[in-house]
């Protein structure tokens, strides 16, 4: 009786210690009718066209705040995330059934054929037109670096100012942290970054960017 008691108290211990917050009041929802909303989500167009919508009105700033910037004579910056924002990688996810392993992540990664976000690139296309400077700053890592520049380039990214990687000797920095710091660093240098495009909160929040634009990905989590 003692031992089953025991167990109770440390099962309620454990959902409050693990989620970060209270247990759930009843069986969460099972994950493959979830896996088939995505599923709907993405066949009914209704991915593409969220995309496309976020991806246009960025168009429509940026245009206008170029313009405006230049004639000022400021040294304007745009700021894109790669996965899921300048690149899709849509294939491999649904491929994985939603899944994430890192081993197949890398090979994916590795073969450098992920198909351009085209109305993303419209928006590239309009900052690499106006020539402002375009960085790319991503959560690959260094080692993914001749990939994703022939993957970029191939689809039709082919020219930047400079791409960051996350760099792989700190594993306490977070995606957000890493992203704000490199903001950081290039408005300190005399840059207005004037948007900031990305499909995870962490690669937008932390400032340093007039303007972000949050393009969905209910796929996967990045903090
Ligand atoms: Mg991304």
């Known amino acids: 009786?003692?031992?089953r008691t025991l167990w109770a108290v440390l099962a309620v211990g454990l959902a409050f210690t693990f989620a970060?917050?209270?247990?759930l009041a009843s069986e969460p929802a099972n994950l493959s009718y979830h896996k088939?909303?995505?599923?709907v989500y993405v066949d009914s167009g209704e991915y593409a066209q969220s995309v496309a919508s976020v991806a246009l009105s960025a168009n429509k700033y940026v245009a206008k705040r170029i313009a405006r910037g230049q004639a000022k004579g400021e040294k304007l910056a745009i700021v894109f995330d790669i996965d899921e924002?300048?690149?899709?990688n849509?294939?491999?996810i649904l491929e994985n059934d939603y899944g994430y392993v890192p081993k197949v992540w890398d090979g994916?990664?590795?073969?450098?054929r992920a198909p351009a976000i085209v109305p993303v690139q419209i928006v590239y296309d309009t900052a690499v037109r106006a020539k402002i400077d375009v960085f790319f700053i991503t959560g690959r890592r260094e080692a993914d670096r001749r990939a994703t520049e022939k993957n970029l380039r191939e689809v039709g990214y082919d020219t930047w100012t400079k791409i960051f990687y996350k760099p792989e000797t700190d594993i306490m920095l977070t995606t957000a942290g890493f992203k704000t710091e490199v903001r950081r660093k290039l408005t300190k240098e005399g840059y207005v970054i004037i948007a900031n495009l990305g499909d995870q909160?962490?690669?937008?929040t932390g400032g340093y960017a007039e303007r972000v634009f949050k393009l969905p990905n209910p796929f996967y989590l990045v903090k």
């Open 201 to 204: 909160d962490s690669d937008l």
């Open 90 to 92: 849509l294939a491999h």
């Open 20 to 23: 970060g917050r209270p247990a």
């Open 36 to 39: 088939q909303d995505l599923r």
């Open 108 to 112: 994916w990664v590795a073969e450098g």
């Open 1 to 3: 009786m003692f031992k």
């Open 85 to 88: 924002t300048t690149l899709s």
